[in-house]
Nanobody
Framework: QVQLVESGGGLVQPGGSLRLSCAVS????????MGWYRQAPGKQREFVAI???????NYRDSVKGRFTISSDSARDTVYLQMNSLKPEDTAVYYC???????????????WGQGTQVTVSS
């Protein structure tokens, strides 16, 4: 019933920028946090960035100063602005949210289907 839909992925040259978005829909009482993970071919999925409901943000070291995560609580949407992109940023990017829905006491993690980001000349 709850759905996370990513958009904004694509092909970009090194040094370029992309802006990803993820909208959460369904019967939602509260979202405790939203974030982004990524997975490159042959690699494990890795944490990229997170923003909590109080606005606290955290990033993996390799994207600090280049990526910015933000959220729009009114729209249940999270964004990832990616600047100065490098080939090593190439991966499938997944939206993640910790969601409280009706009848659920503690909430749970949900995931989007992923969007491809390719950084190449």
């Amino acid at each position: 019933q709850v759905q996370l839909v990513e958009s904004g992925g694509g092909l970009v040259q090194p040094g370029g920028s992309l802006r990803l978005s993820c909208a959460v829909s369904g019967s939602i009482i509260r979202i405790n946090y939203m974030g982004w993970y990524r997975q490159a071919p042959g690699k494990q999925r890795e944490f990229v960035a997170i923003v909590t409901s109080d606005g606290t943000r955290n990033y993996r070291d390799s994207v600090k100063g280049r990526f910015t995560i933000s959220s729009d609580s009114a729209r249940d949407t999270v964004y990832l602005q990616m600047n100065s992109l490098k080939p090593e940023d190439t991966a499938v990017y997944y939206c993640n949210a910790h969601i409280v829905t009706p009848g659920v006491e503690y909430g749970y993690d949900d995931w989007g289907q992923g969007t491809q980001v390719t950084v190449s000349s």
